[in-house]
């Protein structure tokens, strides 16, 4: 997959054998399909346009969503949280377009497998087009409810994102490998606190309610200052450990 980088910084997915059309021009496929990774190209208007490979961040920016996705702050958390690294199995429910299961998928690598649940079609669909769209081998897509059951087992992370994730607690304990994982999203405190109390009620460890925010910094010919405009609230995510 190449994506294409204008004056501006937009970015632009391309399509193998498509012409490339903005308000900055247009490019023909031949040249496109020629132009390596690195390479400039110009559109009919005498824009200059930059080629690049997509990192997951890229993709994620730029793909198919038709909903909400979880942000990087939070993202980031869940990774770093639990550890997560080449070879791990991942479950997770609640796909959407599919962003945390493509990062799931880049952080497991080859080696390692995420499954992913997903009870509407359409968000299903869109997903499997997406991870396709990625090239990423080692995600599946189940277009099915995870209340009917978890069919896979020894798994080091199960990741819930849905209104009632403490419904199928006990089905994630038999699920998880000793020492994994369970991590909810949840995007009210209601849910969280009810999360928490039957995940300790099942018998999980090491169970937290964490919320993060981020807030960048402006730099100026005056000096540095936090930003008026921060990430505040998206959501809670809640750990808990099986031991």
Same mark, same amino acid.
């Given at each position: 997959?190449?994506?294409?980088?204008?004056?501006?910084?937009k970015?632009?997915?391309l399509?193998?054998g498509?012409?490339?059309?903005?308000?900055?021009? +247009?490019? /023909?496929p031949? $040249?496109?399909d020629?132009?390596?990774?690195g =390479?400039?190209?110009? #559109?009919h !208007?005498?824009?200059?346009?930059? +080629?690049m /490979?997509?990192n $997951?961040?890229?993709?994620?920016?730029?793909? =198919?969503?038709?909903? #909400?996705? !979880?942000?990087?702050?939070?993202?980031?958390?869940?990774?770093?949280?639990?550890?997560?690294?080449?070879?791990?199995?991942?479950?997770?429910?609640?796909?959407g377009?599919?962003a945390?299961?493509?990062?799931?998928?880049?952080?497991?690598?080859?080696?390692?497998?995420?499954?992913?649940?997903?009870?509407?079609?359409?968000?299903?669909?869109?997903?499997?087009?997406?991870?396709?769209?990625?090239?990423?081998?080692?995600?599946?897509?189940?277009?099915?409810?995870?209340?009917?059951?978890i069919?896979?087992?020894?798994?080091?992370?199960?990741?819930?994102?849905?209104?009632?994730?403490?419904?199928?607690?006990?089905?994630?304990?038999?699920s998880?490998?000793l020492g994994g994982?369970?991590?909810?999203?949840?995007p009210y405190?209601?849910?969280a606190?009810?999360?928490?109390?039957?995940?300790?009620k099942?018998?999980?460890?090491?169970?937290?309610?964490?919320?993060?925010?981020?807030?960048?910094?402006e730099?100026?010919?005056?000096?540095?200052?936090?930003?008026?405009r921060?990430?505040?609230?998206?959501?809670?995510?809640?750990?808990?450990?099986?031991?």
């Open positions: 997959m190449k994506m294409i980088l204008d004056e501006r910084g970015k632009y997915v399509k193998p498509h012409e490339f059309q903005s308000d900055l021009g +247009i490019i /023909k031949e $040249i496109l020629e132009a390596k990774v =390479d400039e190209v110009k #559109s !208007l005498d824009h200059t346009f930059k +080629i /490979k997509p $997951i961040n890229d993709f994620i920016d730029i793909m =198919d969503r038709r909903c #909400s996705i !979880l942000l990087q702050k939070d993202i980031g958390q869940v990774l770093s949280h639990t550890g997560l690294g080449a070879g791990s199995r991942v479950v997770d429910a609640g796909t377009a599919g945390i299961a493509l990062n799931f998928g880049n952080v497991v690598g080859p080696d390692g497998e995420v499954f992913t649940y997903e009870i509407r079609e359409d968000f299903a669909d869109v997903a499997r087009k997406n991870i396709e769209n990625f090239g990423i081998k080692n995600i599946t897509v189940k277009n099915r409810d995870i209340k009917e059951g069919d896979e087992d020894d798994v080091d992370l199960i990741f819930l994102d849905l209104p009632k994730p403490f419904e199928i607690f006990e089905d994630v304990m038999e998880l490998n994982w369970l991590v909810v999203y949840a405190i209601d849910q606190e009810i999360s928490y109390r039957i995940a300790k099942v018998g999980f460890y090491n169970i937290e309610i964490t919320e993060i925010f981020q807030r960048g910094l730099v100026r010919p005056q000096g540095v200052r936090p930003k008026t921060m990430v505040g609230h998206s959501g809670y995510l809640v750990f808990a450990r099986k031991l």
